[in-house]
T-cell receptor, first 114, second 113 residues
Framework: AQKVTQAQTEISVVEKEDVTLDCVYETRDTTYYLFWYKQPPSGELVFLIR??????QNEISGRYSWNFQKSTSSFNFTITASQVVDSAVYFCALSGGSNYKLTFGKGTLLTVNP | NAGVTQTPKFRVLKTGQSMTLLCAQD?????MYWYRQDPGMGLRLIHYSVGEGTTAKGEVPDGYNVSRLKKQNFLLGLESAAPSQTSVYFCASTRQGIWEVQHFGDGTRLSIL
């Protein structure tokens, strides 16, 4: 069975602080994909990144970076110099093998205060 | 360039009423999904479809039915609405598989009194 754990339910930071959102996953598949989605207060789901299980390279996109470590089954997301517009719920998700299911974590509510 | 469109955006029902949520995509995607989002629960898969004329149960299918008569449309039905079905419903689609980036609709907020 697949499982995604986002242990941080809520995080509150002050603008310009760096913040890391944790994601730990469980799967028996050797081939799987990990995703991060952002849900701003307006409610839509915005895709941020996809990573497959064979690519452990970290990725940086502007102020966003992702650290994928298979050894610890983690796919953590860091926002550098956070901004108020980063306030949102962030979901980590996992899909794998022949399973048609995309398993979401319960999400982390990030609030960036001015 | 609509992507995935959900109808309606909001609805209030009384317990026992029935209704159908419509999801339409214009990207010629094979796979379509219905999720529900509840506070503190993330998104949970209700039903999905891997092509026209096929549907399958997801994680929380009880109380819902679906149909995929046309490739571009995926309908979610509530035959007898219950307060426990109060939720935000999201439809999504992918071209060929669950490993792809999901294209989500904007959601339907459903309240059942």
């Amino acid at each position: 069975a697949q499982k995604v754990t986002q242990a941080q339910t809520e995080i509150s930071v002050v603008e310009k602080e760096d913040v890391t959102l944790d994601c730990v996953y469980e799967t028996r598949d050797t081939t799987y994909y990990l995703f991060w989605y952002k849900q701003p207060p307006s409610g839509e789901l915005v895709f941020l990144i996809r990573r497959n299980s064979f690519d452990e390279q970290n990725e940086i996109s502007g102020r966003y970076s992702w650290n994928f470590q298979k050894s610890t089954s983690s796919f953590n997301f860091t926002i550098t110099a956070s901004q108020v517009v980063d306030s949102a719920v962030y979901f980590c998700a996992l899909s794998g093998g022949s399973n048609y299911k995309l398993t979401f974590g319960k999400g982390t509510l990030l609030t960036v205060n001015p | 360039n609509a992507g995935v469109t959900q109808t309606p955006k909001f609805r209030v029902l009384k317990t026992g009423q029935s209704m159908t949520l419509l999801c339409a995509q214009d990207m010629n995607h094979e796979y379509m999904y219905w999720y529900r989002q509840d506070p503190g629960m993330g998104l949970r898969l209700i039903h999905y479809s891997v092509g026209e004329g096929t549907t399958a149960k997801g994680e929380v299918p009880d109380g819902y039915n679906v149909s995929r008569l046309k490739k571009q449309n995926f309908l979610l039905g509530l035959e007898s609405a219950a307060p426990s079905q109060t939720s935000v419903y999201f439809c999504a689609s992918t071209r060929q598989g669950i490993w792809e980036v999901q294209h989500f609709g904007d959601g339907t907020r459903l309240s059942i009194l």
